[in-house]
């Protein structure tokens, strides 16, 4: 594993505009070649390429400038923590290993964004399926398709500020799987960054439903618990996990009993540290359309 550089280290080493970061558990080799030719064939930016094997081993010849080997696997956010890490870039794309951006100038795009502002932080690209159609649940803003401010974007399409993600402590590897992405936008925000979405910035990925992983319902459940704790002010943690759960109910009942179960988990298992956003930034988000109670 690769060490975590200081701020200083990352700054001084800097070699790339960009470096892409792409976890992989060793099951996908074709699908990462293609993830990675897509990177290598951006023009107009400076990338480098981060591979992180994340408990499986990297194919042999994968064309990667670092290769990050974790002896098991960290998660989700764990894996893309060790990642970013090991990167040099100013900016930092977190990319999944079974997609591919589409057209050779979305990175320059995303680029573009970043110089323009000094206050962004974090700015998540458009996804499509294989069919170029869209899914609701990559779209972070409530007007379908629609560029500009958020409060989150699409754990692996989003270029984040190297600066602001060492700044707030990076990802929090404890929730390993499902709104890792969510407990790091509301802490940028609070430290008083912007997130943008950006939907003809276009990366492809399979349709994939969320539920394909095993405890899909309970895991979210928990880490919905983790998240209220850590972010929100008491009285908003109590309305996010009881909306949560009247949503949990009227789309699948059949799920309550798992949901519950991982309320239960949550509260007993509670990690920290406890730092609810200001009340400026409540309402900073209730005025982009999403107040942190859904």
Do not use: K
Not at 50 to 59: A, L, R, S
Not at 62 to 88: F, H, M, S, Y
Not at 177 to 184: G, M, S
Not at 256 to 285: E, N
């Amino acid at each position: 594993m690769v060490p975590a550089r200081n701020l200083a280290d990352r700054y001084r080493a800097a070699v790339a505009d960009l470096s892409v970061v792409l976890l992989t558990m060793g099951d996908r080799d074709a699908e990462l070649a293609a993830a990675v030719a897509s990177a290598r064939a951006q023009r107009g930016v400076h990338t480098e390429v981060v591979v992180v094997g994340n408990g499986g081993p990297t194919p042999s010849g994968i064309d990667a400038d670092v290769v990050v080997e974790l002896e098991e696997n960290l998660g989700i956010p764990g894996g893309r923590n060790a990642g970013a890490a090991a990167a040099t870039g100013g900016l930092v794309f977190f990319f999944d290993d079974d997609a591919e951006l589409v057209g050779d100038d979305v990175l320059a795009g995303a680029l573009e964004r970043f110089a323009a502002d000094d206050h962004l932080a974090a700015v998540g690209l458009g996804i499509v399926d294989e069919h170029g159609e869209r899914t609701r649940r990559h779209q972070p803003r409530l007007g379908a398709g629609e560029a500009g401010p958020a409060t989150s974007f699409p754990g692996g399409a989003v270029v984040v500020r190297a600066a602001a993600f060492d700044g707030v402590g990076g990802f929090e590897a404890a929730f390993f799987y499902a709104l890792e992405e969510t407990d790091l936008s509301w802490r940028l925000l609070d430290a008083g960054w912007g997130v943008r979405y950006e939907p003809s910035l276009l990366v492809r990925h399979p349709r994939t439903s969320p539920t394909r992983h095993e405890a899909f319902v309970e895991r979210t459940a928990r880490n919905r618990v983790w998240l209220a704790h850590r972010s929100l002010p008491w009285p908003l943690a109590a309305c996010y996990v009881a909306t949560w759960t009247a949503i949990t109910g009227a789309r699948s009942p059949r799920s309550l009993g798992a949901h519950l179960r991982g309320l239960r988990s949550g509260w007993s298992g509670r990690i920290g540290p406890r730092r609810p956003i200001s009340w400026r930034t409540v309402v900073r988000m209730t005025r982009l359309g999403r107040p942190p109670v859904i």
